[in-house]
């Protein structure tokens, strides 16, 4: 008997109550994963399989059909401070400025904190999103990446034990995307954080993820494969692509995603052997792979 | 541009001004009466001379009338000779107090409604029959029961200002943003926190505009409860006057009305500012 799980779902399901007359809709069902200390994971799928739900459901701001979700092998019944959420649409509250929008996180979660002890805290997270020069700023005030990490340094403030995240830089632009996810990936490595994060974004996923976990299409969506990233640690953007593992695993993942589940990748053949022929690509500029 | 525009747009408030102005001048001019062959003296006696003066005051009456009433405002000589500062008081009192209470009613309740669709559904049949009431048809009512004038006045206003707030304050609460209630909610904020520093916030611009509604209606109200109950305020002012038949003050209060009812829209809107905020 290995020790459990950081966080261990079984049998998760989520069923929407019938409209008048017709059927009620299963979302998805027989969810089983587990995540580790320290694992980042992505869950990736198409629209409508409910991988909003899931995450929801991990915050605590919903509730499932069946199934239970445990964290240190304690159930999950309710939102807590020890997951920190960073929403899609970033969820900054307008009227507070930066500051004052991490802080209010900050004091819910240190409520015996003195001012100083909160003002510290705030600057340190908001300084690890590069944001100090705009800290007394609104939101309004701010690019839509800016306060995307705005919600990360909200999120990572309350020093959470696992950070849940719902396509955070869905309604950002590429190049935009791109620097958030190296500073991320920069801040997870260093701070060893537990993540949990919804992408439908093959490349994130890759760059991003320890573990992923497909979904089929719903209704009745299941995770159809966990599929561990072969590319080693550290990764990075702009030397991932040519790692040899790179392509094989992407393709693999796009079929997964146009053609529906096949062949789980670990049992696949070996990818050295079915490394693509095509010639590295000669040094110079940077290419933004699929940004 | 926009200073040009300003610049321009004063000018020609000022021109307006003048026309109207001038208009009303050459409308009330003294005219020449055709008396005939009527006997002067017979005339002079009838009260009849071939110079008749204008019935309605001249810009000039208007002028020595605010002039008179601004040089000395606070003057008290007996219940019906009452500086117009200490009537404009007595009104702006009523209106405060009428307002202030049912600022206390109208946001708890609002709130109660805007958060909780059981109270929405069981108390919208009330809000809909109570709210188009004419707040001056419960002055019998009011004046039964409380058998105080003025303590019926500023019920009066209470009734009016009382539905925009409360109406704005449930619509502001209710359409607070789903994802800053899941801040809260992650946050593990408790209900009062969460109502003070995320719902209040949030749908303070709301209230604010039901308050600056409800603030315009009482001050309309003001004047019709304050003549009909008599005593003391601008309305009772107005009332008085027309019937001393001095249409100068009249329209002097008039003028005043205009100008009070104008600052307390504008104190309304720039609190609006102060509570609002760009959403992104």
């Given at each position: ?12 399901e ?15 069902q ?168 919804i ?57 997964f ?27 110079g ?5 699929n940004? | 541009m ?24 050459g409308a ?23 110079v ?23 003057y008290?000589k ?18 405060l ?15 109660l ?5 059981l ?30 004038a ?17 109406v ?15 801040v ?5 904020v ?16 709301t ?26 305020g ?32 504008m104190?309304f ?12």
């Open positions: 008997m290995t020790t459990p799980a950081f966080i261990q779902v079984d049998g998760l989520k069923t929407f109550p019938a409209p008048m007359g017709q059927a009620p809709v299963t979302v998805f027989n969810l089983d994963f587990e995540i580790e200390k320290g694992e980042f994971v992505c869950l990736i799928g198409h629209s409508g399989c409910g991988k909003s739900t899931i995450l929801n459901i991990l915050a605590g701001l919903d509730a499932a059909s069946d199934g239970y979700v445990f964290m240190e092998n304690k159930e999950l019944t309710g939102p807590g401070l020890d997951r920190g959420v960073v929403f899609q649409g970033h969820a900054l509250m307008p009227w507070l400025t930066v500051r004052e929008n991490v802080a209010f996180a900050v004091k819910s979660r240190f409520k015996r904190h003195s001012k100083d002890e909160v003002n510290a805290q705030v600057e340190k997270y908001v300084d690890m999103v590069g944001l100090t020069p705009a800290i007394d700023k609104k939101p309004h005030q701010l690019s839509g990446g800016m306060r995307q990490r705005v919600g990360i340094a909200r999120a990572f403030a309350i020093e959470p034990k696992m950070l849940l995240m719902d396509e955070p830089f869905g309604a950002l632009d590429a190049l935009t995307r791109g620097v958030i996810q190296d500073e991320l990936l920069a801040i997870c490595q260093a701070t060893e954080q537990t993540v949990f994060m992408t439908h974004d093959v490349d994130e996923a890759i760059l991003l993820a320890d573990k992923i976990l497909l979904m089929t299409n719903g209704p009745f969506a299941e995770v159809a494969e966990c599929a561990y990233n072969p590319l080693k640690k550290p990764r990075s953007r702009q030397e991932m692509h040519h790692d040899g593992h790179y392509y094989p695993f992407r393709n693999h993942l796009m079929d995603l146009v053609n529906g589940p096949g062949t789980p990748y670990g049992e696949k053949t070996q990818p050295q052997e079915t490394v693509h022929t095509e010639p590295e690509p000669a040094p500029p940077r290419q933004v792979v940004g | 926009s200073q040009s525009l300003s610049l321009r747009a004063g000018i020609v408030s000022i021109l307006l001004l003048l026309a109207f102005i001038g208009a009303w001048w009330t001019l003294p005219t020449q009466v055709d008396l005939g062959d009527m006997d002067p003296e017979y005339a002079a006696m009838m009260g009849l001379d071939s008749q003066e204008s019935d309605i005051p001249t810009p000039g009456d208007i002028g020595s009338a605010i002039w008179t009433h601004l040089s000395d405002p606070f008290v007996g219940s019906n000779d009452m500086g117009i500062g200490i009537q404009l008081a007595h009104s702006l009192w009523r209106v107090a009428g307002f202030a209470l049912a600022a206390l009613v109208a946001v708890p309740l609002g709130f409604i805007g958060m909780s669709p109270m929405h559904k069981a108390l919208d049949p009330y809000i809909q029959i109570l709210k188009p009431i004419s707040p001056l048809a419960w002055m019998p009512l009011a004046l039964y029961i409380i058998q105080d003025s303590i019926s006045s500023i019920f009066v206003i209470f009734i009016c200002s009382i539905w925009p707030m409360m704005n304050t449930a619509y502001g609460v209710a359409s607070v943003r789903d994802d800053w209630l899941a809260a909610k992650t946050l593990e408790g209900p009062i926190k969460k109502a003070f520093k995320v719902i209040l916030p949030a749908a303070a611009p209230i604010l505009t039901g308050m600056r509604i409800s603030m315009g209606i009482a001050w309309l109200v003001i004047v019709a409860a304050e003549m009909l109950v008599g005593g003391t601008i309305g009772y002012f107005i009332w008085n006057e027309w019937n001393n038949l001095d249409l100068a003050n009249v329209i002097f209060a008039i003028l005043l009305i205009g100008v009070v009812g104008m600052i307390l829209d104190i809107g720039l609190l609006g500012k102060v509570v609002s905020y760009k959403e992104v």
